[in-house]
């Protein structure tokens, strides 16, 4: 049996965008003369759809596009996914297609859920599907007929369930399949393409049952979908790959009497980590400016790490006559702040205009003198010099249709070390699910192959420089210390005790959860953040934000 596997990056809701892109993919699969071609799971309607399921219509676009899909694949199977609907209830789906006639609905078990992405619903009910057509075909539920080969469908983290289906047990030895074939839309975070592919390389072994695995790819909103689709023969070994972060189609025989070439499967590394991070906020960016139709974005350049890490992947995606920067140095910017920052402008080819913040920063000082009668300088002071850099920045996003890129990292984030309507203004971070150690990491890869962010930027001790001589270490634990705290806090959510047991003082480890307890108030605010990590603050942990946990 020949597969095709059609890596697409669909557009969340563009059912016309997604509905051309399919129908050219079965173009050339019917010209390669393929049995089955399979697409990711929603490859209809895209994904996550969070509410948009629910809008009026929009199920009935889907199945109109799912009938010129029909139209289309008039010598083929198919297997696409979309949102199917079963009495009061929208399911995520699979849709059987043969020889341009829709033979069957296939479904995850558990209905889309306001509260949940799509793709995390769990199984706890009976598939859903077409009984007249299973009847015709006098096939269990979750299988399909191929020509004389059996296939059987598994939506998204269905499949962690698959073992339990009847066709797997002693007793139905015969009704096995000869092939399995997952549609998925799995969402990147650190590790997960190694840990994903050897979870899939153990349960075709197994199962003893060949297993294709479709993998969407692309960013939507705040999600990337990290592509890396694979086939695996009955031993569990690894026969073809896709590519990551990438659109791939992939043609595969499955002919018991067909060799194929067997692949090693990915080791994890500190280098492949930092690498996929990388690729997956390059592509999580340039997804989120195409699809929106935005073609050129702005920061603020402080001479420091994040800003300029931001700078040169927003280089990377669009290209340096598409990148506007600003310094805006006030009376606590050292020198070797804006040279740092002009070295990294003319480095990179981009744009940067130099505006003082200081004249703007006397008249609201002037300004706030009758309210403030003469006290000390104080936080007060500092986090207007941050609102100013915003609102400057904002202005110029507005002025000239740039897109504000947000230079926050996690941990940051997590601590509250940013200031409301400074720091946080942008339409998108990229760095926001990095731990600071972890955006020195990725600077380090920038540089792999000459320096692009000076060095100076990277050894330089970190400072918001909103008062003379400050550093980020006055008030904070070493980057290197608070990120690991902070990982257990959040990734392993564990108590302090915990974390003071894994061999922290207990202060550090007091003061970054109260940290990070009172700076919930700040995340709900912040703007979207692209996923790499298991955690995300303000998506994967969210937490009242008057609470007493």
Known sequence: ??????????????????????????????????????????????????????????????????????????????????????????????????????????????????????????????????????????????????????????????LQFIDTLPCFTPSERDERPDCIVHMAQKVFFHDIIEDDLEYLSGLAADLQVPLVSVNGVGGNTDVVFYGSSAVFNAKGQLIRKLKNFEEDFAEVDLSPDFRNKIISLPVKSASAKVRHAYKAIALGMKDFFEKQGFTSACLGLSGGIDSAVVAAIAVDVLGPDRVYAVMMPSRFSSEHSVSDARQLAKNLGISCDKISIEPVYDVFISSLNPVFKGLPFSVAEENLQARIRGTLMMAVSNKFGHLLLNTTNKSEAAVGYGTLYGDSCGALSLLGDLYKTEVYELAEYINRNGEIIPKNIILKAPSAELREGQKDSDSLPEYDVLDKILYHLIEDNMSVLEVMSEGFELESVQRAACLLKSAEHKRHQFAPVIKVSRCTLGKDRIIPIVSNY
Request: hydrophobic share 40%.
């Open 1 to 158: 049996m020949n597969i095709a596997l059609a890596q697409i990056n669909t557009k969340a809701g563009d059912i016309a965008f997604n509905k051309d892109k399919i129908i050219g993919c079965i173009s050339r699969a019917m010209n390669n003369h393929i049995d089955l071609l399979v697409f990711p799971q929603l490859s209809i309607s895209g994904g996550p759809l969070y509410d948009i399921a629910g809008m009026p219509d929009f199920i009935d676009k889907c199945y109109a596009a799912l009938e010129d899909i029909c139209s289309a694949a008039t010598d083929i199977d198919v297997l696409v996914g979309m949102p199917v609907v079963s009495g009061d209830d929208t399911f995520n789906a699979a849709v059987h297609i043969s020889r341009g006639t829709v033979k069957g609905y296939y479904s995850k078990a558990m209905p889309f859920d306001r509260s949940e992405l799509p793709f995390f619903a769990g199984v706890d009910s009976p598939y859903f599907y077409d009984e007249e057509a299973l009847e015709q075909e006098g096939m269990p539920e979750y299988m399909i007929m191929c020509g004389n080969k059996k296939v059987l469908i598994s939506l998204g983290d269905d």
